[in-house]
Structures are given as C-alpha cells and as structure tokens.
T-cell receptor, first 116, second 116 residues
Framework: AQTVTQSQPEMSVQEAETVTLSCTYD???????LFWYKQPPSRQMILVIR??????QNATENRFSVNFQKAAKSFSLKISDSQLGDTAMYFC?????????????FGPGTRLSVLP | DTGVSQNPRHKITKRGQNVTFRCDPI?????LYWYRQTLGQGPEFLTY????????KSRLLSDRFSAERPKGSFSTLEIQRTEQGDSAMYLC??????????????FGAGSRLTVL
C-alpha cells in the first residue's frame, strides 16, 4: 500500500517570503502521479500543482514549484512571494493507476500560515 | 457548470439515525469518489465509481455505509445507524477518467456530519 508523509504539521512564513513544504511517499510503483492540493479555511480543496513521475523536469505553476526526487521518493512544494491568500492546509497526494481504477492517497497535511 | 455540488452542507443527527448525502459531479466527469476527512487530517478514501459501477471500496466503509450512483450521474452516500465516530466531513470529488494520464480530482465543498 502507498503511504504519504508530511512531517511538518504547521508552518508559518512572512508575506513575500519563500517557504518549502515537505512530502515523502512510499511506493513500489514506477508509474504514478503526485499532487499538491490546497484547502483554505472552510473552503473546498483545490489543485495547486501536479507532477508525472516519468517526467524528470520539475513542475511549475506561477509562484508554486516542486522539487521531485524520484529515487528519494520526495516531493516538496516551494511557494515563492507568499501571499496572505496562501494561508491554508496543504495536502500532498499520490495517485497510482491500475487496470481497475485509480485511487488517491493523501498525506496528513501541513497547515501554512502567511503572516502580514 | 458550477463544479461539484454536495448537499446538505451540514447535518446534525442523533446517534442511531440514518443520514444520506448527495453529490452532483461535473457533468462530463465519469469518475466519482467519496472521501472522509476528520479535523486536522487528510482525506481518507471511501469508495470510487466509474460511471454507475462501484469499482473500489475501502475497508473503512463498514456495512453501515452504502454508496450508489444509479445512472452514472449523481451519487448518494448513506450511513445507517450513525455513531459518534461517524462525525466528519464527507467529501465528494469527480474526474474525467482516461486510460492513462493524470486524472485530476475536482472536489466539492463537503458535507459535514455531526452525530450527537
């Protein structure tokens, strides 16, 4: 079974600074996908960024980028120029694909607070 | 299309009562997922449908839980004889399933259940 670990339950960052959230996972699969989802307080979860395991290039979406280390099974999220609206729970998620369906496994989350 | 819709948003019930939640996915999405999320935790997979077929169920889904997607469109999640441990946020997500490639989940706002 796949597991996802986020070792930082809470983090804070000053507005305009850069912060990195950690994620490690355990799998025996070779083909899979990794995601970061954001859940603002009392709001629904939205996709931040995704990475295909077969791609060596790290994904980037505006101020959000990842550092994907496949051998180390590490998938960290870097948020540059942090904004107050980035305050949220951040979940790292793993998705494998098999013949019968797909299933996401989420980590426990990191609560990020952006301070003015 | 207004995204994934879940109803009711909040439900308070007494222990032993039955509750039903409804999820209306994005219309062109053929895959639908139910997750349970407790406070401060990541979502836990409950079950997954491709069209009307329920393809995967977690062992978290006890006999008191049943999910249906009768016409491959909306889905219902019913909990019978509720227990206080069932108190949680129940999240629905949908995706457009492709044989390969990352199927990004779009989440609803969730249905919060409180069992007294």
């Amino acid at each position: 079974a796949q597991t996802v670990t986020q070792s930082q339950p809470e983090m804070s960052v000053q507005e305009a600074e850069t912060v990195t959230l950690s994620c490690t996972y355990d799998t025996s699969e070779n083909n899979y996908y990794l995601f970061w989802y954001k859940q603002p307080p009392s709001r629904q979860m939205i996709l931040v960024i995704r990475q295909e395991a077969y791609k060596q290039q790290n994904a980037t979406e505006n101020r959000f980028s990842v550092n994907f280390q496949k051998a180390a099974k590490s998938f960290s999220l870097k948020i540059s120029d942090s904004q107050l609206g980035d305050t949220a729970m951040y979940f790292c998620a793993f998705m494998k694909q098999d013949n019968y369906g797909q299933n996401f496994v989420f980590g426990p989350g990191t609560r990020l607070s952006v301070l003015p | 299309d207004t995204g994934v819709s879940q109803n009711p948003r909040h439900k308070i019930t007494k222990r032993g009562q039955n509750v039903t939640f409804r999820c209306d996915p994005i219309s062109e999405h053929n895959r639908l997922y139910w997750y349970r999320q407790t406070l401060g935790q990541g979502p836990e997979f409950l079950t997954y449908f491709q069209n009307e077929a329920q393809l995967e169920k977690s062992r978290l889904l006890s006999d008191r839980f049943s999910a249906e997607r009768p016409k491959g469109s909306f889905s219902t999640l019913e909990i019978q004889r509720t227990e206080q441990g069932d108190s949680a946020m129940y999240l629905c997500a949908s995706s457009f399933g492709r044989p390969s490639g990352a199927n990004v989940l779009t989440f609803g706002a969730g249905s919060r259940l409180t069992v007294l």
